[in-house]
């Protein structure tokens, strides 16, 4: 007996894991795939190596075609057919064969909308020269790879130095072309706050040319042919590629004009089983919006793991099982030459958008492993934690390796719940090549602890030049010497009980050294010993993310 119809547009990250699920989980369900490219199943998180030739053959991105579908899953897939319109009363889909220019109507019982998110595209000047290009699906890769052999461009200009803007910057160089970025906001990786941002500013310093805090106004084409990239403050670029890589919008066009609820961020609303607001229609993946977990507001958060389990959790939907998605927390992750960022739950600048002001950051530079072990390198991490209670909001971390191991325990962490207590228990795995007995998780954990059971105050780093404070530096004096904060007294750590009478009674005193780790025993003796004292956490480390040398300014969140 024939089961129900399903039908899913969109047959990539959460339409083909949609289609799967269903399959294993109905045997006698009619699936439908419809999807208007060339493609089903493809990876594009891996589009960005395949134009810098990484990846080198194309099949390698391609994880399933129509025939595995047919043949495996007995699932029918209809390439370069676009669904163009929903008449929910008769539950049909109105499809358009994009070669043959043919209509015709799909009907179905339940209907998945998987159309992900299309790139911005701005209307500037110039905007649709040959040569500027967005990268989305397979062709866009193919299109670029395409330019770049046979124009063999000496320079290129990214636009956008978010995640997908870094990875092309990467495999731009890795083709032997100069990169200038040009980014809006005056940090790279904007969903990183921007002192941790400047990790990331001062490593991609060395690989290409930046240009941050101006926008693009537009582009012209040079006498040579090539392309002229020009910026609001009067910056001219030369280039023989562009790629604009500034973001995504969701395409949720076909589900607006269907009726159904959008949300404020121009997402498809769904419930917690991934249905709209129609009873027969499901959408998942980047057109959707997503509750965030850490603030309980509606965003969008275009990433493949969400729209893969979304895809998952509709299938079960649909078939009557009690699936439900729990929410995001943006945990995301990217690598660009030896260095990686990653973050996940809430940042300060996110928490401060939602309004939420009870929590407390402190920040670290563990390393990877131990320190004695051969090539041990710090982890710059930052964690956000709810001041009243030590619940863990969000954790960022920057280093050349071990970030995104220690990102995915806090990212648990802060999906089951657990505070900055849990995270000093946390029993992760050690040897001296892989962590410490003390992991960084642990360090992290222990160091907000002692501030949510008042240990220890924090001193806050964007207010250091406006406070009251005496600053004392409990560095060596060879640390001091080599650089230091202005103003500061240097009294080293092994000194400080000989030398207490040097300090005030009547001021505050701000303590840092070079991590955190022997100002915080500085504190602790100071406190114990009557002083009013503050930690900066971090260390002269956090004082040049924050103030960099070279850029004689404060970054703010
Ligand atoms: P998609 O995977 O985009 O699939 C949508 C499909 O729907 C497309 O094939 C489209 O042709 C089709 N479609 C749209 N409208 C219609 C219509 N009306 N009719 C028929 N078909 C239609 N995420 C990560 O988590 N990590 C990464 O490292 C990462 N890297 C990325 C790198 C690049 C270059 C890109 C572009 C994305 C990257 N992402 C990454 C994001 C990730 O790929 C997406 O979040 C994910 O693919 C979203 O899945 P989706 O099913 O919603 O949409």
Redesign the pocket.
């Known amino acids: 007996m024939a089961g129900k119809r399903v039908v899913i ?7 083909a894991s949609c289609a799967a699920r269903l399959r294993r989980l109905d045997e006698s369900a009619e699936i439908v795939i ?4 060339y493609y ?1 199943s493809f990876a ?2 891996g ?2 190596y395949f134009v810098g030739d990484v990846i080198q053959q194309e099949s390698k991105l391609l994880l399933a075609g129509p025939d595995l579908f047919r043949d495996r899953f007995h699932i029918e897939v209809h390439l370069r ?4 319109a929903i008449d929910r009363r008769s539950q049909e889909l109105v499809v358009r064969e994009v070669d043959s220019g043919r209509e015709y109507r799909q009907p179905y019982d339940a209907l998945v909308l ?4 299309s790139p911005v595209r701005p209307p500037l000047p110039g905007i649709d020269l040959p040569g500027i290009f967005t ?3 397979l062709p866009d890769s193919e299109d670029i790879r395409e330019w770049i052999e046979s124009k063999v461009p000496r320079r290129a200009v990214v636009v956008g130095g978010g ?2 803007g870094l ?1 092309m910057a990467e495999n731009l160089v890795h083709r032997g072309i100069d990169v200038t970025i040009v980014e809006m906001a005056d940090q790279l990786l904007p969903p990183l706050d921007p002192e941790m941002a400047e990790y990331v500013r001062r490593h991609m310093a060395a690989q290409a040319t930046l240009h941050l805090g101006d926008p693009v106004s537009g582009f012209e084409q040079a006498a040579d042919g090539g392309l002229v990239v020009r910026t609001q403050a009067g910056s001219a670029y030369a280039a023989g590629l562009v790629v604009l890589a500034i973001g995504v919008r969701p ?1 949720s066009g ?1 589900a607006q004009a269907a009726g159904l609820e959008i949300g404020h961020q121009g997402g498809i609303r769904v419930d917690s089983g991934m249905r709209t607001s129609d009873p027969h229609i499901w959408a ?4 959707v919006e997503v509750k965030n977990r850490v603030t309980g507001q509606w965003e969008l958060i ?4 969400p ?1 893969n389990r979304q ?1 998952r959790i509709a299938a079960g939907a649909i078939c009557g099982r009690d699936a439900h998605f729990t929410g995001v927390q943006a945990t ?1 992750v990217c690598g660009f030459f030896g260095l990686t960022a990653a973050l996940t739950g809430s940042t300060e600048k996110s928490l401060r958008r939602a309004g939420m002001e009870d929590y407390k950051t402190i920040y670290l530079h563990p390393y990877q492993h131990a320190a004695y072990y051969p090539g041990a390198k710090p982890i710059h991490l930052k964690l956000v934690f709810r001041a009243s209670d030590g619940l863990l909001l969000g954790a960022q971390a920057v280093g050349e390796e071990g970030v995104e191991r220690r990102i995915d325990v806090m990212a648990m962490a802060i999906q089951m719940g657990a505070t900055v207590f849990d995270l000093e228990e946390a029993e992760v795995c050690y040897a001296p090549q892989y962590g410490s007995a003390k992991d960084a998780v642990n360090m992290a954990g222990m160091a907000a602890a002692n501030v949510v059971r008042g240990d220890v105050a924090l001193a806050s780093w964007p207010d250091l030049g406006a406070a009251d404070a005496f600053l004392l530096d409990v560095r060596e004096a060879e640390e001091f010497h080599a650089g230091s904060i202005d103003g500061a007294v240097n009294i080293p750590l092994g000194k400080l009980r000989g030398r207490m009478n040097e300090l005030p009674r009547d001021r505050e005193i701000w303590v840092y050294c070079r991590a955190g780790h022997r100002s915080y025993y500085a504190c602790r003796f100071l406190v114990q010993n009557g002083f009013r004292v503050r930690n900066l956490a971090g260390g002269y480390r956090t004082y040049r993310a924050w103030y960099p040398e070279d850029r004689k300014q404060l970054c703010t969140v």
């Open positions: 547009v969109g047959g990539v990250a959460g339409g419809l999807d208007r490219g089903v594009n998180c589009l960005p057919n676009e669904a163009i998987s159309p992900g998110a990268l989305r699906t995640f997908i990875e395409e076909l998942v993946g980047d057109a275009p990433l493949a793991g729209a895809g995301a």
